[in-house]
């Protein structure tokens, strides 16, 4: 009888990662979710164990190496091992020109969403070292390989996840670890709307510009997470696999 795998989400409280967590509940894997809002992680954590008793909540800020080691070490703990991870947590910090860029918008982004994957990765994968297999998925952007004008801090920032998703894959892959990623385009978030400004009618002109003229669900992205995750290509590695409405192309 196969062994249910163990799936770490962070950044599991909304948006992707949300969706995410629920796709693999709904599945049957052990999942361990986390987020920095603890009363609202205990709620969610409740509802999905209603479907799947092997559900835990772990708070933790991914601007924090201590709280992120914790949170490994909790999932091993909790779990036995750690066989997937899901690195959802990010910020899009504040939309600003480079000329009015700002030290703590650039920190607080970066401390997330480069500071935090590095990490998440060194502990996560330290403990797929164990075993040797285990497969990281981390939650890129499109902004990560095309520029975006007002928001180049969090465009630098996923330029940086992309390089860092690549270089542990080539570091890791012969010992049965597989790094990847994925690029979401516009997706149905409130991030989407904060983009945007909060305008629904330059959000609906956007979305129409698209090839598509759609923007993807959070569901798409999740089934793409655990088809990179867990859906049987042991092969695909250091990859950035793109869903973005035809954005890019």
Same mark, same amino acid.
């Given at each position: 009888?196969?062994?249910?795998?163990?799936?770490?989400?962070?950044?599991?409280?909304?948006?992707?990662?949300?969706?995410?967590?629920?796709?693999?509940?709904?599945?049957?894997?052990?999942?361990?979710?986390?987020?920095?809002?603890?009363?609202?992680?205990?709620?969610?954590?409740?509802?999905?164990?209603?479907?799947?008793?092997?559900?835990?909540?772990?708070?933790?800020?991914?601007?924090?190496?201590?709280?992120?080691?914790?949170?490994?070490?909790?999932?091993?703990?909790?779990?036995?091992?750690?066989?997937? +991870?899901?690195?959802? =947590?990010?910020?899009?910090?504040? #939309?600003?020109?480079?000329? @009015? !860029?700002?030290?703590?918008? /650039?920190?607080?982004?970066?401390?997330?969403?480069?500071?935090?994957?590095?990490?998440?990765?060194?502990?996560?994968?330290?403990?797929?070292?164990?075993?040797?297999?285990?497969?990281?998925?981390?939650?890129?952007?499109?902004?990560?390989?095309?520029?975006?004008?007002?928001?180049?801090?969090?465009? +630098?920032?996923?330029? =940086?996840?992309?390089?860092?998703? #690549?270089?542990?894959?080539? @570091? !890791?892959?012969?010992?049965? /670890?597989?790094?990847?990623?994925?690029?979401?385009?516009?997706?149905?978030?409130?991030?989407?709307?904060?983009?945007?400004?909060?305008?629904?009618?330059?959000?609906?002109?956007?979305?129409?510009?698209?090839?598509?003229?759609?923007?993807?669900?959070?569901?798409?992205?999740?089934?793409?997470?655990?088809?990179?995750?867990?859906?049987?290509?042991?092969?695909?590695?250091?990859?950035?696999?793109? !869903?973005?409405?035809?954005?890019?192309?």
């Amino acid at each position: 009888m196969e062994q249910v795998k163990v799936a770490l989400i962070t950044g599991a409280l909304s948006g992707i990662g949300k969706t995410t967590a629920e796709l693999f509940a709904n599945k049957g894997y052990k999942v361990v979710i986390s987020g920095r809002r603890q009363s609202a992680g205990e709620e969610f954590e409740a509802q999905l164990q209603k479907i799947n008793p092997q559900v835990r909540y772990k708070n933790a800020d991914m601007s924090n190496e201590d709280e992120i080691k914790a949170l490994i070490d909790f999932t091993v703990a909790e779990f036995g091992s750690l066989d997937i +991870a899901i690195n959802a =947590a990010g910020l899009e910090g504040i #939309q600003q020109s480079i000329t @009015e !860029v700002t030290q703590e918008n /650039i920190q607080s982004v970066f401390n997330t969403n480069v500071f935090g994957v590095a990490l998440a990765m060194k502990y996560e994968i330290a403990a797929m070292l164990l075993a040797k297999r285990g497969s990281v998925v981390n939650v890129s952007s499109v902004a990560g390989h095309t520029g975006m004008p007002n928001s180049g801090i969090y465009a +630098a920032s996923k330029y =940086a996840v992309e390089g860092l998703t #690549q270089s542990a894959a080539l @570091e !890791v892959a012969a010992h049965g /670890i597989r790094v990847n990623a994925v690029a979401p385009g516009p997706v149905e978030t409130p991030m989407l709307d904060r983009f945007v400004g909060n305008d629904s009618n330059a959000k609906n002109a956007f979305i129409q510009s698209l090839p598509a003229q759609k923007a993807s669900t959070t569901e798409e992205i999740a089934k793409t997470i655990l088809f990179i995750a867990d859906g049987g290509v042991e092969t695909m590695i250091g990859q950035i696999i793109t !869903v973005d409405s035809g954005y890019t192309a």
